[in-house]
Each structure stands twice: as structure tokens, then as C-alpha cells.
């Protein structure tokens, strides 16, 4: 490792303890360890002779200095790097000069000229209005941008909306702001959470990301907790390679270790197609890791039927329990609904009432709440949270009326339900589809385009599903309780092709 790289290692090591956590969390400050952004530097191919850098929120300048060693690694050599470096805190911006003192040492040493500035401001402020106007310069972008929110009202809001770019993630906004840095044909990398590959809310950002430029590389950290091992972030992070201004690649290759000590990668070509599918209106990104992933994908895909097929509709839950509280019941009483929440989900079914749960069991029933309910009847319910332990991130239960009294219901809002025309299901169809949905098959497939915990109600719509038919014939094996894992998944694979 060169001296820059570890100096801005020992650095990170040192500095981060010492940071206010609650700046450290405003500003999203958990630096790069020096293996990881080594192997992020490595991903550049090929490097011009004369390179503009970007470094955005480079902290103490690990990036800048794993870009130097590959530069300095390389034949032939670059002749000449000019690093542009933002850091809107005094106190990393102190170290960072240290590490650009450092990296002109090293360039020195191998007769690359080595030239740098450090902008002590906000870079996505600082950059936005230049952008309307000026030529983009730089070559190379490699950055580890913040993760925080950006407020709607913001100055930052304002300036990214005139750029066109719609996003309130400040990791989002980073990426695009680089991309739009970049010259034609420059290199962007980044190391990012993995959220922005799938749900609604990131759609823009990926049309920004697919339409501006081409996705050469993706590189996924299989667990969670060890790219960041030192801060104990539990994020699922993935890096890439974004080639500006070229169209989208036959293939992309895709690459995975389990977290940056291991040594054993795995490498795939994908064909572009398969990671974002052609038609779909979302440009979700699928990361399909190993050739049985592969496989997998190619059944569910080829099952016949989307949601729309189907007649049926996936909803969140309407009860938004803070908004509601005046109407919150602890226990079921005379004037009130049930309310289920997932404290009520149990094996597959809903169990109601859970008397001494957390939360409430039922929400008064009038004029102010008519609109939060739905009409009894044969529901599906599936999870939008689970937590980081639990092994599925679908887990779908049946809502029966027969075990559930009343004529109405409320859906708390970190549940999603399958409605037709916001009443029930037939039953046999209902409980075909949560079998359907409690595969491993599916769940396995689902992790393909969902990094995150979060299930969204539009990634259930994306969903692949079997015909009416076909749900309704493996309902008919339910009764008053789900097959264990292993016979539900024997009967769910027989639908596979
Ligand atoms: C995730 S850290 C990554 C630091 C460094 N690039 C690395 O990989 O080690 C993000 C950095 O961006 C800085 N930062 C946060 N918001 C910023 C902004 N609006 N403009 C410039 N820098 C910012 C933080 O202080 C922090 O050092």
C-alpha cells in the first residue's frame, strides 16, 4: 500500500471516532477502508493519459489516494492528474490536504504530474448552477458519497429540480450530479447503498443513471455488515462503473465476494437485458449473482401472469397509526373494527386480537375513519418492514373473516394487502397467492432486485405469478393452516417451467 493510501487509512481510523455522531449522521461521514477503495480504483479501464478527478465528499481522501497507487500501478503510466476534492467539513478537510500532500509525494516519485484543489463547500450547491452552463470536464469520478436526506424545501431541493434531477437522497443527487460532470466517455465509480436498484421513489434516478450512461461493472458485497466493518454499517452496498455518454453494453459484468477481505470473486456476464428488463417502466436492476441465480430469474420470469392479469390489486395499508391515534382502541370494544398490524401476523394466517401486543387491536368506527377501512373479507397480507435477522423479506399471511369478526377492517400502513376492487378474495385464491408469495423460490428472487428490508407495494406489482387457475389449485391445499417450508415449496416449484 503507498504511504497516501495509508496515511488516509490511519486517518480514517483515527478521525471517525472523534467525529459528533450527530454530524457524523447529518453528513453521512463513514470513510472508505483502504481495501475496498483500492479495489473500487482498480475498476477504472482504461485510464486517460491526462486525468481530471473528482473526488465529491472525499473525506479524508482514501479514494483520491487508492486512485493515485492504481495510477501510479498502471503501464503506461497516466503523465498527469488534476484532483478536484469536496469537503464541506473543516475538520476532514484538514486531513484530506494531508493525504493530496502525500498522493503529489507518490506522483512525484513515478513522474506523474500531480495537481489538486479542495473545495471546502456543498458540492451538490457548489455544482449545480456551473452545470447549466459550462462544458463538463472531468475524466474520472470515484466517489463514497453521503447517505442523508435532503430536505423538500431546501436550497440543495431547488438547485438539483432545475438540473432536472428529482431526488431528496443526497447519495442519489452526488451520483447524478458527478455523471453530469463527466466528459463523454468518462469513468464513473461508485460505492453506494443498494436501494436505488429497485421501488418507485428511485425511478427518476435510474432513468438518469440508464439514459446518461452505460453500466459496465457492478460489484455486490454479499454481507451486509463487513464493507463498513469498522462503523457497523449495516447497509447492503454495491460499487460500479458508469461509462458517460455510451449506450448500454451487450453484457455487464457482474462481480460478488462476500466482503472485501475475501479474496474469492465471483465473476458473470449478464446480458444487459437481464438486469434491467426491456418494458419495464420502473428500469428496476436486477443483480443476478450466480448462474442458479440466473436460472431462478428465468422461471419466475416465465411464469404467464401479472397482477393486472390477475384482476388483482396490492395496496398499503390505509391506518397510518400516528395520524389516527385519537381512534386507536388497545382492545376490541363495541363501535370499533379490528385493526391488524403485522404483531398480528402468525404462521401464515392473521391472529386476532393479540391482547397484550404492542400495539393496538382495533380503531373506532366512524364518519373520520370510514375511509381507512375495507370491507371484511379473504385478504392477503404481506410484511413492508422486516427486520435485518429475519431470513424471508416476503412473508405473506391470509387474512380469513371466518376467524377475524365484523363487517369491516383496517390495514395498518407497514402492511401491503391484495384487494379486487378493495374487497376480498375467493378464498382458494387468496391462499394460493400467499403460498405463492411464502416460496423460497420467490423470496430468493425478490432479493435479486431488493437490497433493502423494505417491501414496496410497486415491487409486488412487478412480480411474475401464476394464472387465476393455477393459484386457485394450489389455495385448495390450505385450509386452516400453511404447509411446512419444504411441502409448500414442492408444491410452488411444480408451476416453474
Ligand atoms: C460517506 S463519506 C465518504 C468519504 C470519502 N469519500 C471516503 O470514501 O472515505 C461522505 C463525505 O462527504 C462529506 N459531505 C457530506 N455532505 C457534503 C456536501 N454536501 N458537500 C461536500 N461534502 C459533503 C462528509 O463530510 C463525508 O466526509
Same mark, same amino acid.
Given at each position: ?274 438486469? +434491467? ?5 420502473? *428500469? !428496476?436492476? %436486477? ?6 441465480? /440466473?436460472? &431462478? =430469474? ?110 369491516? +377492517? ?5 402492511? *401491503? !394487502?391484495? %384487494? ?6 375467493? /378464498?382458494? &385464491? =387468496? ?67
Amino acid at each position: 500500500m503507498t504511504t497516501a493510501l495509508k496515511h488516509a487509512d490511519r486517518s480514517r481510523l483515527n478521525v471517525s471516532p472523534q467525529l459528533d455522531p450527530k454530524t457524523r449522521s447529518s453528513l453521512g461521514q463513514y470513510m472508505t477502508p483502504a481495501l475496498v477503495a483500492s479495489f473500487m480504483a482498480a475498476m477504472f479501464d482504461p485510464l486517460p493519459d491526462k486525468i481530471r478527478l473528482l473526488d465529491a465528499g472525499a473525506g479524508v481522501g482514501g479514494l483520491t489516494a487508492a486512485f493515485v497507487q492504481e495510477a501510479t500501478k498502471r503501464s503506461p503510466r497516466p503523465r498527469a492528474i488534476d484532483v478536484t476534492a469536496f469537503e464541506i467539513d473543516p475538520v476532514l478537510a484538514k486531513h484530506l490536504e494531508i493525504t493530496m500532500l502525500a498522493c503529489a509525494a507518490e506522483c512525484a516519485a513515478h513522474e506523474i504530474d500531480f495537481q489538486f484543489s479542495i473545495v471546502h463547500d456543498d458540492f451538490v450547491l457548489h455544482s449545480c448552477e456551473p452545470l447549466l452552463r459550462e462544458e463538463p470536464t472531468y475524466d474520472c469520478a470515484i466517489l463514497n458519497p453521503p447517505y442523508a436526506k435532503i430536505n423538500s424545501g431546501s436550497k440543495a431541493r431547488a438547485a438539483l429540480r432545475r438540473l432536472g434531477i428529482e431526488t431528496s437522497n443526497l447519495y442519489t443527487a452526488f451520483v447524478a450530479v458527478a455523471l453530469g460532470q463527466l466528459r463523454k466517455g468518462g469513468q464513473l465509480v461508485a460505492i453506494t447503498p443498494r436501494s436505488f436498484c429497485n421501488g418507485a421513489y428511485f425511478t427518476p434516478f435510474r432513468r438518469i443513471l440508464l439514459d446518461s450512461s452505460a453500466f459496465r461493472e457492478i460489484h455486490v458485497y454479499s454481507s451486509r455488515r463487513k464493507a463498513f466493518a469498522d462503523d457497523a454499517v449495516l447497509q447492503e452496498n454495491i460499487i460500479y462503473r458508469l461509462v458517460k455518454g455510451e449506450p448500454q453494453p451487450p453484457e455487464v459484468t457482474i462481480t460478488s465476494s462476500a466482503n472485501p477481505d475475501d479474496e474469492e470473486v465471483t465473476r458473470r456476464q449478464v446480458p444487459f437485458a437481464e438486469v +434491467v428488463h426491456p418494458g419495464d417502466p420502473h *428500469n !428496476y436492476i %436486477h443483480l443476478v449473482l450466480s448462474d442458479a441465480d /440466473g436460472a &431462478l =430469474a428465468e422461471r419466475v420470469q416465465a411464469l404467464p401472469c401479472k397482477l393486472t392479469d390477475l384482476g388483482i390489486k396490492v395496496s398499503t395499508g390505509r391506518v397510518v397509526d400516528f395520524r389516527a391515534r385519537d381512534h386507536l382502541r388497545r382492545e376490541a370494544q363495541p363501535g370499533a373494527v379490528p385493526l391488524i398490524y403485522p404483531m398480528h401476523f402468525e404462521e401464515g394466517f392473521v391472529v386476532w386480537p393479540k391482547p397484550n401486543g404492542r400495539k393496538h387491536n382495533a380503531l373506532a368506527f366512524s364518519q373520520s375513519t370510514i375511509d381507512l377501512v375495507v370491507p371484511s373479507g379473504t385478504y392477503v397480507l404481506t410484511k413492508r418492514f422486516t427486520s435485518k435477522e429475519e431470513k424471508r423479506r416476503l412473508v405473506a399471511v391470509i387474512f380469513d373473516p371466518a376467524t377475524v369478526p365484523g363487517s369491516w +377492517v383496517g390495514f395498518e400502513n407497514h402492511l *401491503n !394487502y391484495f %384487494h379486487e376492487q378493495g374487497r376480498g378474495l375467493p /378464498g382458494d &385464491l =387468496a391462499r394460493g397467492l400467499a403460498m405463492f408469495l411464502n416460496s423460497t423460490a420467490v423470496d430468493e428472487y425478490f432479493r435479486q432486485f431488493s437490497g433493502h428490508t423494505q417491501v414496496n407495494a410497486t415491487d409486488l406489482r412487478g412480480l411474475h405469478y401464476p394464472t387465476r387457475q393455477q393459484l386457485c389449485t394450489i389455495g385448495e391445499q390450505v385450509r386452516m393452516q400453511m404447509p411446512d417450508q419444504v411441502e409448500l415449496d414442492r408444491i410452488i416449484n411444480s408451476y416453474f417451467s
